[in-house]
């Protein structure tokens, strides 16, 4: 690829191929266990990107905010929106609703009550339930609130009772695969005692579920209706460290140029910075790491180069530590590729794509 | 301001007044002290801010990437690129010298190589000096560095000699005023034992110099001939810490719509993420925070409210602790509004401004 990729700046390189096959995996792993497969779209959101999960059956996605659906709306006739309903965007849920499948996700009755007064078209309504992360979602023991809920909506006619959606997001604080089954164990656990008590009342209750480290590596959904994982599409260096994915499996790296070496350090200076990675890092060895620089190859990108890593980011520098017997080997004007730690974030400020065949792909700005 | 805005999503909100009068102040400091000003300006990115310092008689200005300066270069025509020449943008580098005053930053002898080759235009060149904090430049006492740099410059009749260019950001682990005064000082004698070696052959040198912290507690520029600070433009929570600013310099502010409460864990749960703050955070009193939030005042903003801040942030979540007796002075569907830790991150997310009188202002995108 790096003949004919004209890189100047800093760049984000899809390997559209590693995506595929990650996009492949998922829709596999949704049918075996006969789950509904709602990709969350919060990591790539671009429309082009989409329509590669479209050769897989997926026909619905979840989204993170309204102007996702929004701009999603073009190629989507059945989104949800993951995230607590803002009611000050309610002009944009009614233009929505008015156009698509819209599903809402609520989880307290200033907000159930507010759509009751305000809705103009038809929307389905997830109720949010906290099954142990504690960012946001009804506690599932507080059945007189989920009870509020349901009533509200069973008593206006332009709101649907659409099931129990949860993101098990305490699988991001894991470092191996026994954690994240453990934890996803006892999401399940806490999320089908709750579908139980509600099953006979609501015989079609759907059950969202599904964090990208559950979806990854778990061959347990019982009693669960849809996963909606949305990271695995890219993975990432933060992704590996929870034990969701080998490094082959990461789809996204950031070319940076070098503009600057130092030897007395065994340091290179790349232009990449904190707006172009973010700021998101890990710790690994006791080091905090912005990404890991990986060995390039004639299609792409190959194995992580051994202790050589983003050390740290400014707004546009970057410092990239390398073992001293491999500093000559880099030249100012060359540049490096370097596995981003938090994709969803990366991809978020790069805003485009550059595939390892050099086609441009861009995204929701 | 509140009627008026109508805040639907995360919004950043500027305070003008606050902003001016950053502006005014530094620009007088600079003229009290002889100081040629060239303020930084990629922290506010954008030409419409731009424009409020031509009040203050500032014509030149620093940027951090060649794309910047092609935007800025729009409104102003002496552009210091204070970043190690990216010589993969040669072709920016010679459109904007065919156009403006372009200032480069130079600290390689491949670079320096490399643009005598080049160069179709003539630029100027800073020679960048590491004071003390180790990210790039040269370090002072490889003098033979330096000369083989000036011996390139001297023979190619496309590049003049500016000066030497540092910047102080070790001022940045600092937590008191007496701490920035340290560090600034030492970076004062450093430079000026270089300048006076040099200021006999180059009676016209220029040393720049000017971090945020340094150009807004120190009274000591002596041998300084150019300050170019960034930051102070808004400042935010981490220059409160660092010691360069009082919260009420503070002249940015992020206005995020609540979208839930809880109460046993006394949390609001904020539409404002990662993707609008960054992830840039700090430490105070062993606790991790991502922004403080403040009163709402008939203007703007007031004081701080205690014990009040965002205690963490995912994609498009925020999550603010609220003292207890206060929770339920909170409503979903109202805002709050949030001091960010870094304003220069924080700005480069938002892409665009809302003044409290409810103007909006874009930067470069």
Redo the contacts between chains.
């Keep these: 690829m790096h003949k004919n990729l004209n890189?100047?700046?800093p760049t984000l390189i899809i390997d559209k191929e590693k995506c595929m096959m990650n996009i492949q995996r998922m829709a596999s792993k949704a049918k075996r266990h006969q789950l509904q497969f709602r990709p969350h779209f919060?990591t790539h959101q671009s429309l082009e990107i989409g329509l590669w999960f479209k050769n897989y059956g997926v026909n619905k996605i979840a989204v993170?905010?309204l102007?996702m659906a929004d701009y999603f709306s073009k190629e989507w006739n059945d989104i949800t929106v993951a995230?607590?309903?803002?009611?000050?965007?309610i002009?944009t849920i009614n233009s929505l609703a008015s156009k698509i499948t819209l599903n809402l996700t609520v989880?307290?009755s200033?907000?159930i009550l507010?759509l009751k007064n305000h809705l103009t078209h038809k929307v389905n309504i997830f109720i949010q339930i906290d099954v142990g992360y504690?960012?946001?979602g009804i506690?599932p023991s507080h059945i007189d609130d989920i009870n509020f809920l349901l009533e509200v909506i069973e008593n206006c006619p332009l709101m649907e009772f659409e099931g129990f959606l949860s993101h098990s997001?305490h699988t991001y604080k894991c470092d191996s695969v026994e954690c994240i089954k453990d934890t996803h164990n006892r999401s399940l656990k806490v999320i089908n005692q709750l579908k139980n008590n509600y099953l006979s009342r609501y015989p079609n209750i759907v059950i969202s579920l599904g964090d990208t480290p559950s979806c990854s590596v778990s061959e347990d959904f019982s009693g669960i209706d849809e996963i909606r994982p949305g990271n695995f599409v890219f993975y990432d260096v933060m992704q590996y460290q929870i034990g969701s994915n080998t490094i082959e499996d990461i789809a996204v790296a950031m070319a940076c140029?070098i503009?600057?070496?130092h030897k007395?350090?065994s340091e290179l200076?790349i232009?990449g910075g904190?707006?172009h990675f973010?700021?998101?890092r890990l710790i690994e060895n006791d080091i905090t790491i912005y990404g890991k620089v990986v060995e390039k190859t004639k299609n792409g990108w190959g194995k992580v180069l051994a202790n050589t890593y983003v050390k740290?980011l400014?707004?546009?520098?970057g410092?990239i530590k390398v073992p001293f017997q491999d500093f000559d080997s880099y030249?100012?004007?060359d540049?490096v590729l370097v596995l981003p730690v938090h994709s969803?974030?990366t991809v978020?400020?790069m805003k485009n794509y550059l595939t390892t065949e050099g086609q441009q792909i861009s995204t929701l700005?």
């Design positions: 890189i100047t700046k919060k993170s905010s102007t995230f607590p309903t803002n009611i000050l965007e002009k989880e307290n200033k907000s507010y504690g960012r946001t506690d997001g140029p503009v600057a070496k007395n350090r200076v232009y904190g707006i973010s700021k998101d740290n400014s707004q546009e520098h410092i030249t100012i004007g540049y969803c974030m978020d400020l700005i």
